[in-house]
């Protein structure tokens, strides 16, 4: 049964810094495209960061960028994400996603990111 669990989030002050973690399991992590969305209440999902195979091109919302890093971790099949320098524009529930040529994807169930003084 493929899973993805996210942890970290919660509440942070802007300027603050926080890292999501995603853990994977139940499929060949290592052939999926790993990525991070966010979503805010009564807005569409939206992409933040993803990643390839073996690391290559990760790619950013200009949003984050320059903020944000993903990492992939093929061994311990886990995903990261570390926010700097938070605004609280970033205040959103973040989902792990895992992509494989179109046809399969998965999504975690999300943590919430507060960015709050």
């Known amino acids: 049964q493929p899973q993805l669990v996210e942890s970290g989030g919660g509440l942070v002050q802007p300027g603050g810094s926080l890292r999501l973690s995603c853990a994977a399991s139940?499929?060949?992590?290592?052939?999926?495209?790993m990525s991070w969305h966010r979503q805010v209440p009564g807005k569409e999902r939206e992409l933040v960061a993803a990643?390839?195979?073996?690391?290559?091109?990760?790619t950013y919302a200009d949003s984050v960028k320059g903020r944000f890093t993903i990492f992939r971790d093929d061994v311990n099949q886990t995903v990261d994400l570390q926010m700097s320098r938070l605004k609280s524009d970033d205040t959103a529930v973040y989902f792990c996603n895992a992509e494989w040529r179109g046809v399969a994807t998965y999504w975690g169930q999300g943590t919430q990111v507060t960015v709050s003084s």
């Open positions: 990643i390839g195979l073996y690391g290559q091109t990760p």
């Open positions: 139940g499929f060949k992590f290592s052939r999926f495209w």
